[in-house]
């Protein structure tokens, strides 16, 4: 049995938008991972994680988006996450993402609050 | 108070990747035939999925296999979900793998499956013991007052 997470970019004027379909496990948090990291490595500093088409994340594909983080704050830069479902946003606060990535309801606000 | 026993299921499955998500599904499936609202729900899978990937990642069974039970039981005030998860592998201290892990909210990259199972379930117990095997018992209610 898999579950193929799905990922898609939207190139923004200063930043990007990444969209999560399904679940994020090992194998999604590495397909996550590879894209942050490409466009990190195009100079990327503002990224946006939207996971409205995720409903599930287990404790190590959070430990890979921690270690995106912490990547992406070596380099100056920031991420944000945006449309939880209540429980994935309850995991990331005992998980101690949101004490490093900003959180928002929506798209439209993260968009205008991130300058994207 | 009565209580009437209205679902049971049992599954054993393969420590394969992504088995988590049987476990869950067919767990969610009872859930909504009791009613349970889907944020409870959400919050049930997400710890079956949580002591599935600890059963699978840490017990070193050597059946390769992961035992589930789940009971759904409507009561006056509501319903409540029973789970057993059981592996028949080397045990763990539970009161060792808390003392490793940060306080809420610290950034940790692993081991907060069992801090993760205990905020999003009702009532969690752990049966376990060196080369004996593991059972975690957990209870999620639709109701949190139900004295």
Redesign the interface.
């Known amino acids: 049995?898999?579950?193929e997470l799905r990922v898609a970019v939207d190139r923004k004027a200063n930043g990007a938008v990444l969209y999560t379909k399904g679940?994020i496990?090992n194998?999604g948090g590495e397909e996550i991972a590879n894209r942050a990291y490409e466009l990190m490595d195009d100079n990327v500093r503002t990224l946006l994680l939207n996971l409205r088409d995720t409903?599930?994340?287990?404790?190590?594909g959070?430990?890979i988006l921690?270690?995106i983080i912490e990547k992406m704050i070596d380099k100056g830069g920031s991420i944000a996450f945006c449309c939880l479902?209540?429980?994935i946003h309850?995991?990331f606060?005992?998980?101690?993402?949101?004490?490093?990535a900003k959180i928002f309801e929506n798209e439209d606000t993260a968009l205008k609050e991130l300058g994207l | 108070m009565t209580s009437t026993a209205e679902r049971q299921m049992e599954l054993t499955l393969p420590m394969?990747?992504?088995?988590?998500?049987?476990a869950?599904r067919a767990a969610g499936n009872l859930a909504r035939e009791l009613g349970m609202s889907s944020?409870k729900i959400?919050?049930m899978?997400?710890a079956i999925?949580?002591a599935c990937?600890n059963a699978r990642e840490h017990s070193g069974c050597e059946d390769n296999r992961i035992y589930l039970r789940f009971v759904g039981t409507s009561q006056g005030d509501g319903s409540r979900i029973d789970v057993w998860i059981t592996d028949h592998g080397r045990g763990f201290d539970p009161d060792e793998a808390r003392s490793r892990r940060?306080a809420?909210?610290?950034?940790?990259?692993?081991g907060?499956?069992l801090?993760?199972i205990e905020?999003?379930m009702d009532e969690v117990s752990i049966s376990t013991s060196s080369g004996g095997g593991t059972t975690i018992h957990m209870v999620k209610y639709e109701k949190k007052n139900h004295d």
């Open positions: 049995m898999t579950e679940y496990n194998v409903k599930i994340v287990n404790s190590i959070i430990s921690i270690e479902t209540p429980v309850k995991t606060q005992i998980m101690g993402l949101a004490n490093y | 394969v990747a992504d088995i988590e998500i049987a869950a944020e959400d919050e899978t997400h999925i949580e990937i940060p809420v909210g610290a950034t940790h990259k692993r907060r499956g801090q993760l905020a999003h």
